[in-house]
Nanobody
Framework: QVQLVESGGGYVQAGASLRLSCVAS????????MSWFRQAPGKEREFVAG????????YYTDAVKGRFTIARDSAKKTVYLQMNSLKPEDTAVYHC?????????????????WGQGTQVTVSS
C-alpha cells in the first residue's frame, strides 16, 4: 500500500480559494488512480474528484465542476486539488485516496489507501 499525507486545508470566507496537496510515499505512486473525497459532519463520505494512474481526463462530482481542479505530479508523488469559488457547503474534512483500479471510481470501498484528512471550513 501507499501512505498518503494531506495538507493545505484551512478556514476561509466564501469565494476564496485553497489548494490541497496529498503526498504519497512508496515506489509505485504512478500506478495508482488517485481521488479526493470529503466528509462533512453527520454526512457520509462523498467522492469529489479523481484522476486515473495514466493521467487521463479527470472526473468530478457535479457539485464542484467548474470550481475544483485535480492534478497529479508523478515526479513529486503528489496529487493536488485546487478549489476556487469556495462555498459554505464545501466545508468538510478532505481525504485523498488511492486505488489500483485503472479508472476512477466514486465508491470509497474501492480505495485501499487513505490519508488522515485535512479540514476545510468555508464561512458565509
Amino acid at each position: 500500500q501507499v501512505q498518503l499525507v494531506e495538507s493545505g486545508g484551512g478556514y476561509v470566507q466564501a469565494g476564496a480559494s485553497l489548494r490541497l496537496s496529498c503526498v504519497a510515499s512508496g515506489r509505485t505512486f504512478s500506478g495508482y488512480t488517485m481521488s479526493w473525497f470529503r466528509q462533512a459532519p453527520g454526512k457520509e463520505r462523498e467522492f469529489v474528484a479523481g484522476v486515473s494512474w495514466s493521467g487521463g481526463t479527470p472526473y468530478y462530482t457535479d457539485a464542484v465542476k467548474g470550481r475544483f481542479t485535480i492534478a497529479r505530479d508523478s515526479a513529486k508523488k503528489t496529487v493536488y486539488l485546487q478549489m476556487n469559488s469556495l462555498k459554505p457547503e464545501d466545508t468538510a474534512v478532505y481525504h485523498c485516496a488511492a486505488t489500483w483500479r485503472a479508472v476512477v471510481s466514486t465508491l470509497a470501498d474501492e480505495y485501499n489507501s487513505w490519508g488522515q484528512g485535512t479540514q476545510v471550513t468555508v464561512s458565509s
